[in-house]
């Protein structure tokens, strides 16, 4: 099952800037689209949090 589109619209990065995500429906991620962290979507659960993201300011995806 894929994440609904009305989510996808009102979804943003957790961070304070609260940019929109990107969906990768194969990879099953979010991207955010400032500043780059990767968060996992299990069992078609968004996971936003902070530090279980990859990637993003100082890190290494």
């Known amino acids: 099952m894929a994440l609904d589109p009305q989510l996808l619209e009102i979804l943003a990065c957790p ?3 609260h940019a ?32 279980e993201a990859r990637g993003g300011p100082g890190q290494q995806s």
């Open 15 to 17: 961070d304070t800037h």
């Open 20 to 51: 929109p995500l990107t969906y990768d429906a194969e990879a099953q991620t979010l991207t955010c689209t400032e500043c780059g962290r990767i968060f996992e979507v299990r069992d078609d659960v968004p996971v936003l949090l902070l530090d």
